[in-house]
């Protein structure tokens, strides 16, 4: 048996709204979706995002391994994804890494090895 990929579910109170935000500042296009869910893309990457209840907005959250981080964080500062004053972080653990909040404060973490940053 062999993993091949995951979709991290991401729940939302305003459906419109997360859409807005994955698509205009973080550049995912929609695959599909429809009612109260959508599926978003972006190189091999997807995400699923769902409305979701007040309690639960908010909860989720991914890691995303990238080529380019430092690219990526300079086209999410100029989105405005990235708010000013933040940076790349170099861990203890040997990655570079940068977070973004959706607007319910959803949290993905993109990454890369330090030395490919």
Not at 54 to 60: D, L, Q
Not at 81 to 104: K, L, Y
Request: net charge negative; charged share 25%; with cysteine.
């Amino acid at each position: 048996m062999t993993f091949r990929s995951a979709v991290p579910g991401i729940p939302v109170s305003d459906l419109a709204k997360a859409l807005d935000f994955y698509e205009h500042r973080l550049g995912f296009r929609r695959l599909r979706g429809g009612g109260d869910s959508a599926v978003l893309a972006r190189s091999a990457i997807e995400l699923r995002i769902s409305l979701a209840e007040p309690r639960v907005a908010g909860t989720g959250g991914c890691r995303v391994h990238v080529d380019g981080l430092a690219a990526l964080f300079d086209e999410y500062r100029a989105s405005e994804a990235v708010p000013a004053g933040e940076s790349i972080v170099d861990q203890p653990w040997g990655r570079s890494e940068f977070t973004v909040f959706d607007p319910d404060r959803n949290c993905i973490t993109f990454g890369a090895p330090t030395a490919d940053r």
